[in-house]
Nanobody
Framework: QVQLVQSGGGLVQAGGSLRLSCAAS????????MGWYRQAPGKQRELVAG???????NYADSAKGRFTISRDNYKNTVYLQMNSLKPEDTAVYYC????????????WGQGTQVTVSS
């Protein structure tokens, strides 16, 4: 079995920064794409940023220039550094990973609340 365990998040004032982490563990042979999604109340879950195993990244327009996704392949961990946070960034953030291993597939983290106050 594979688990994605998230850490970070919390309450921050507008203009502040937060860093999210997500570590994959379990029967893993390889982790392919990893990413961060978010879901605000009453809205659909949306992609915030993604990163391939080779380090290529993509960002939602709302995240460009403010958020940075990175990963440590040795630790099977993905990070999201969020700067210049805005109230509209308030959401539950989820990490996701495509895992090849004992049980292959797409896995999700447990979610973490990010709240940005104005």
């Amino acid at each position: 079995q594979v688990q994605l365990v998230q850490s970070g998040g919390g309450l921050v004032q507008a203009g502040g920064s937060l860093r999210l982490s997500c570590a994959a563990s379990g029967s893993i042979r390889r982790v392919n794409d990893m990413g961060w999604y978010r879901q605000a109340p009453g809205k659909q879950r949306e992609l915030v940023a993604g990163i391939t195993s080779g380090g290529s990244t993509n960002y939602a327009d709302s995240a460009k220039g403010r958020f940075t996704i990175s990963r440590d392949n040795y630790k099977n961990t993905v990070y999201l550094q969020m700067n210049s946070l805005k109230p509209e960034d308030t959401a539950v953030y989820y990490c996701a990973a495509e895992v090849v291993g004992g049980v292959s597939g797409n896995f999700w983290g447990q979610g973490t609340q990010v709240t940005v106050s104005s």
